[in-house]
Nanobody, 124 residues
Framework: QVQLAESGGGLVQPGGSLRLSCIGS????????VGWFRQSPGKEREGVSC??????NWIYRDSVKGRFTISRAENTVYLQMDSLKPEDTAVYYC???????????????????WGQGTQVTVSS
């Protein structure tokens, strides 16, 4: 069974940093591409970043490029978030790509094995 759990969220001031972790149980990084999504009240779930199983050609949402960095090691996928803005406030989720080792984009229907999410709040 593939089970994911997110951690690392919290309250941070604008311009601050957080590192999120997506920890896999029954999860082999060699075989799964993994995406990070976020959702805030009244908004649809939107893709943030995705990393393929070969750790190459990862993708980012335009609004986070240059600020967020995705990486992976062993059974964990990380999302380093720097220069955080209030609009980054959301619950952040990780999920695996359905039937693929490459990132297909940011359609949530292409992902499965969603974690429970971790809250990120950016406020002064």
């Amino acid at each position: 069974q593939v089970q994911l759990a997110e951690s690392g969220g919290g309250l941070v001031q604008p311009g601050g940093s957080l590192r999120l972790s997506c920890i896999g149980s029954g999860f082999t990084l060699d075989y799964y591409a993994v995406g990070w999504f976020r959702q805030s009240p009244g908004k649809e779930r939107e893709g943030v970043s995705c990393i393929p199983n070969n750790d190459q050609n990862w993708i980012y949402r335009d609004s986070v490029k240059g600020r967020f960095t995705i990486s992976r090691a062993e059974n964990t996928v990380y999302l380093q978030m720097d220069s955080l803005k209030p609009e980054d406030t959301a619950v952040y989720y990780c999920a695996t790509v359905r039937r693929g080792s490459w990132c297909p984009g940011f359609n949530p229907d292409d992902y499965e094995n969603w974690g429970q999410g971790t809250q990120v709040t950016v406020s002064s």
